[in-house]
Each structure stands twice: as C-alpha cells, then as structure tokens.
C-alpha cells in the first residue's frame, strides 16, 4: 500500500508542477498574442515585456489556475492508470480505490494551504504593482482602518469610497504648499464626487492655516455644503478599488472599524470569505477528478470524464461568479455564498467517490 501511496501521489505532484508551469507559458503566450500592440507601447524592451508578464499573469489568473491545475493532476494521475488497467489490477489485490486515493486528497488539502500563502503573497503583490503601474502618480496605503492616498500636494484620508454611488465617507483632505506645509485641511463624513475635479462636501470642516505663520490659529469654517476642486473621477475608481489589494488581516480589520463605525460592510465581508475560501478549491477539485478519473476504467474514454469534469468546473465558476456580484452589490449574508458553495460541491463529490465500485 506504501508503495501505492508514494506511486499515484508522486504522479500527482509532478503533474501538479509540469500542468501549471505548461499553463503559465501558454497564458503567457497568449497574453503576448492577444495586447501585443499595447505592451509595445507601454513598456519597452525584453524587461518591460517580462515585467508586464509576470505581473499579469499572478494577479490575473494565478488564483484560479490553481485548482485548475488540482484537477487536472489528479485526473491524469488516476485516469491514465485506470485506462491501462492498473486500476483493476490494485481492486484485484484487495485494496480499494477509495482508499488508494486518500494520499492525494491529503497532498490537495496541503497545496490548499499553499495556495493560500501563495495568493496572499504572490497574487496579492503582482496585483499592487501591477495597479501602481497602470495608475502611475499615486500610492494608496491602509492605515488604522482606512486608506491613505497622495497626489500632487493633497493627501487624502478615506474611509469608504464607493464608485457606484460616487459616495465617499470619513474624508480628510490636506493640501500642502511647494515647501511641504500645510495650508489647508478639509474634513467631512459625506464627501459626493461630481464632474471632473469636482468634490462636494456635506457638513464640511475647513481650516486654512498660513505657512508664514505656523504657530498662529487656524480659519475654521464650518458649512452645510462646500464644493472644491480636489480629484478626479479616476481617484475615486483607485480608492474604491484599494480593498482589493489589502491583505486578509488588513481586510478584516478594515470589515471590523466599518462595522463599528455603523458603516455598511458586507461588500468587504463578503470579499474576506470568498478570498479565504478560495484556496479550498484546490482540495475541492482535486476530490471531484477522483470519481471521473476512476470512471476511464468502464468507459475507456478520458475524454468523456474529461468533458464531465469541464461542465462540472464550469457550473461551480458560474455559481461562485453569481455569488460574486451578489456581494458586491452588498446583499446581506452574501459572505456565506462561497463556503455553501464549496460545501455543496464538496457533498456531490463525496457522493460519486462513495460511488465508485470496490
């Protein structure tokens, strides 16, 4: 049985490997391909190619080409034996397949734990460098439960941006002089983005301080509304987009202050689970390629498990990518989305191994 074990689960680590470094070339190939007119013109030479490629294809794809990869390495693993017969050879000595197949699952569950480093590593980083690149002049970094963002002579303190609504809440803003002082301090709850530049401030606090004057008080006024001149619509759109960027524990501590502070954070909440349910997947489609694999051994055809496999994929993406929009339009309880998902998925793939004959 040892002998077995070590067998199907080196099969399946090597083709874990060879599948996801044969797939990041493809995508490579592909990416190349498919916006080569826009790398030449944004970036120049071999290492501005390499850059926009190794940045790309972690933040873009890495996340699901995992589980993919999980999938495909168990059903080779198991489906090319089971076509040649090896299958039956091992249920003739007495052994199970169920019980052949345990060090995989064991390995999936393993490389689920990797993938959550890696997409907390890897994928996180390639897609911070990959926005500081493709929206060069400001840096977004979170501090105490919100974000910090300059650019030009503002700094900006927010909260919670949303684009849909083109709200802002929990806004600061400090404008400095060319000599780095500050000569204006702009602070409201409710912050509502117009045209342009065009920033309105409800139940706004305005102080102006005089740089040749630093200990001498500030002018404060307080108004209903105020409009300025501060950002454009394109800041917005990088200040509601920041949370993907942050990591799981800034996440949840960003959910955390929302949530004390009577804000509405299910979009963020929801954006947590399904980043810390993903990694599962890898385990998950590892266990449902079991059965179809196992299945070559009756029907002879890699291919029609194969097709089985693809459709089943297709319905989970589709059902996590429903899910997905669900949470971001805010829905209550749609954090629970990805793990009932995963739950359900896992239940039919524990049904068709059970399934599988002794």
Known sequence: MRILSRYFLASYLTLFVSILVS????????????????????????KGVATYLFLRVPAYYLRDLLPVTSFAAVFFALGLPARAHEVT????????????????????????????????????????????????????????????????????NVEHADSATRMLQGVSVFELSPTGRLVRSLKSDSVEVGEGHRWRFHDAIERTF?????AAPPRTRRLATL?????????????????????????????AVAIRDGRDAEKYRAMFHSRLAD??????????????????????????????????IGIYYTVRTTIDVFAAGGVSAAFAGPWLNLAVFFGYGGIQLARVPR
């Open 279 to 312: 990694p599962v997947s890898v385990l998950l489609f590892a266990l449902l390629a079991i059965p179809l694999a196992l299945a070559v051994e009756r029907t002879r055809s890699l291919a029609t498990s194969a097709l089985i496999g693809i459709i089943t």
């Open 227 to 255: 409009e300025r001149d501060v950002a454009s619509e394109r800041d917005l759109a990088l200040l509601d987009d920041s949370a993907k960027t942050l990591s799981l524990s800034d996440l949840h501590e960003y959910v």
């Open 210 to 214: 005089d740089p040749a004057r630093p």
């Open 23 to 46: 797939a990041t070339v493809a995508i490579m190939v592909i990416e190349m391909m498919l916006n080569f007119d826009d790398i030449l013109e944004r970036y120049e030479g071999i």
């Open 89 to 156: 050879a091992i249920k003739s000595g007495g052994i199970s397949p169920q019980r052949t197949v345990v060090p995989l699952l064991f390995a999936a569950a393993l490389l689920s734990v990797v993938a959550l480093a890696v997409n907390e590593s890897v994928v996180l980083e390639a897609t911070r460098e990959w926005s500081r690149i493709r929206n060069p002049g400001g840096e977004i970094t979170f501090r105490q439960g919100s974000f910090w963002y300059s650019r030009g002579n503002a700094i900006y």
